[in-house]
């Protein structure tokens, strides 16, 4: 341990007799590790922040639609099959078919294209909404086909200049059809997030309404294309997932003939993750080559040291010091190189995570904090010492096997 503590401060005597050189030395592994900390931790923390935006939109939910030959077959999800989803399986809070239509309405304010979006009262799960007045609709509303809706705070005040709409009457045209909509609810506009978008310009007004009541429009919704399952929290999606394939199959009769396929919110998130993953892990990579440029500058200069210390090398040898020694103090001086280059690159790897992370959330409205991992910092501690050992190693060995007299001989 005493050995160990004179090749330490040996090496720091030399590395600091030389300061510029010993920093140009330095900078390759400064650069790459700052550069490796900044990425994974930007990565880190952007993914984290797509997480907790993308679970606002309900992470239970599964989508069930039909494949092409199931419309070929005509093997629609039927209102029945949702009912039957909603009372015979497990871990299942709500289901509704998603239905929809386009229209126009027309008020004091203008003209404006209305989406409509036919559900049953389930369908206020899908995207967590938060009910500013009123209520929504309800499950006797979707059974008498109530023409009945919930409109967002943003889009009352489109159409009437106030959120205060409850009570009040839209009239939607659909195929030259009009019909009379009662405004039962307005909903809590969410803000936008950096990564999922509620609105956008010019976007139509969007009515929450019973799927049922597009019948006083001319066609019956009794088959649909696809449907969303609400899931609860203690449910496991695969399961929920496999029980609403096996039970659609039952009804139509039709097991092992893939007419129905499943996409949960889960499986979104996990590609969603593995892409990020990829790239935060390929830009890591493209980063950590500066740590090679910069192992391969600590060969150089440990090289050029030999040169110049031929003369003390041989002196020490002539005066009993043990190759191995040798080989310490050189190992040494590279190590501690590597090693407080890596400390700085960590700390400029942190602080520029953090400002990058503050620029993209002023850029992008979301808030978005640098994923620090203790791991992270320990496997750039120690990739970095093992750059300075492995190529400490070459110039250490030469100086090692240095001969005494050849090594006094020379200038």
């Given at each position: ?210 799927y049922t009541s597009f019948e006083h429009f001319g066609w019956e919704s009794d ?49 969603l993750n593995t892409m990020l993953a990829i790239v935060t892990t390929f830009i ?96 750039a501690t120690l990739f970095s010492c093992g750059i300075g050992v492995f190529f ?20």
């Amino acid at each position: 341990m005493g050995n160990m503590a004179e090749y330490v401060k040996m090496a720091f005597k030399n590395i600091t007799a030389n300061k510029g050189r010993s920093f140009l030395t330095m900078l390759g592994i400064i650069i790459g590790i700052s550069s490796v900390i900044m990425v994974m931790s930007v990565g880190e923390g952007t993914a984290n922040a797509m997480n907790s935006e993308v679970a606002d939109l309900g992470t239970g939910q599964i989508s069930v639609y039909c494949s092409d030959d199931a419309m070929t077959e005509e093997a629609w999800i039927t209102s029945e099959d949702l009912t039957a989803i909603k009372e015979q399986l497990e871990g299942v809070d709500g289901v509704t078919p998603n239905d929809s239509s386009s229209g126009s309405t027309l008020t004091g304010k203008g003209e404006f294209v209305v989406q409509l979006n036919g559900g049953t009262e389930d369908m206020q799960k899908s995207m967590n909404y938060n009910m500013k007045r009123g209520s929504y609709f309800t499950s006797a509303d979707t059974e008498e086909g109530n023409r009945v809706c919930v409109i967002t705070d943003n889009d009352a005040k489109r159409l009437f200049g106030s959120d205060d709409v409850v009570g009040m009457d839209i009239e939607v045209t659909i195929n030259e059809i009009t019909g009379s909509y009662r405004i039962v609810g307005v909903t809590q506009q969410k803000e936008n997030g950096g990564f999922v978008s509620y609105t956008y310009e010019g976007m139509p007004v969007t009515l929450d309404v019973p799927y049922t009541s597009f019948e006083h429009f001319g066609w019956e919704s009794d088959s649909f294309y696809s449907a969303t399952v609400f899931a609860n929290d203690k449910a496991s999606g695969e399961e929920v997932a496999k029980d609403i394939i096996h039970l659609l199959e039952t009804r139509h009769r039709c097991a092992g003939e893939d007419y129905y396929q499943i996409q949960s919110f889960q499986d979104m998130v996990a590609e969603l993750n593995t892409m990020l993953a990829i790239v935060t892990t390929f830009i890591s990579c493209v980063a950590a080559i500066s740590l090679i440029v910069g192992g391969i500058g600590v060969m150089n200069i440990m090289l050029v040291s030999v040169t110049e210390r031929t003369r003390e090398i041989g002196i020490r040898k002539s005066l009993g010091a043990k190759t191995s020694s040798i080989l310490m103090q050189f190992l040494a001086e590279a190590a501690i190189l590597t090693i407080v280059g890596g400390i700085i690159g960590i700390l400029l790897g942190l602080l520029g995570a953090v400002g990058a992370c503050g620029l993209m959330s002023a850029s992008m409205g979301s808030t978005i904090h640098p994923g620090i991992k203790v791991s992270t910092i320990l496997g750039a501690t120690l990739f970095s010492c093992g750059i300075g050992v492995f190529f400490g190693i070459y110039p250490a060995r030469k100086a090692a096997k240095l001969s005494p007299i050849e090594a006094l001989r020379r200038n």
